[in-house]
């Protein structure tokens, strides 16, 4: 099972200029077996416009619907603190990271086999073992 970020799924949606790279990938993913969308990924690209036509456009590219489990949230919880931590003894400002992103990578680490991104250094950054594929990288 592959996990697709809101990232991926917004440029398809929205028919970005860099859509065709990530449709690829998808149809890739696709044949290879499931594709999910954890919810929080799937509440960012509702936040976006119509979300019951945004999730029923989702269905109809043959991704599925995934829930966070506990032990999921708990994952990503310790690594926004971990990502908190690390900032502060870099003498560094914390980016805008938010819960979501951490959210996201966790499902894709402990739920699935990979993650179609395109924030793949943050991902391979902080879930060490999850396959990221970026679809220019491809």
Do not use: W
Not at 36 to 60: F, P
């Amino acid at each position: 099972m592959i996990a697709i970020d809101a990232s991926v799924l917004i440029e398809v949606l929205f028919e970005y200029p860099t859509a065709d790279s990530s449709e690829l990938v998808i149809r890739d993913a696709l044949q290879r077996g499931p594709l999910v969308v954890c919810d929080v990924a799937a509440a960012e690209v509702c936040a976006r416009g119509d979300s019951a036509a945004l999730m029923a456009s989702i269905e109809e590219m043959g991704v599925r619907y995934s829930m966070i489990e506990q032990k999921t949230a708990m994952r990503a919880g310790e690594m926004a603190n971990r990502y908190r931590l690390r900032q502060r003894v870099q003498g560094a400002r914390p980016r805008d990271r938010v819960i979501p992103d951490f959210l996201i990578g966790a499902h894709a680490l402990m739920q699935c086999q990979a993650l179609i991104t395109r924030d793949g250094g943050f991902h391979r950054d902080y879930f060490k073992g999850l396959k990221v594929i970026v679809p220019s990288e491809q």
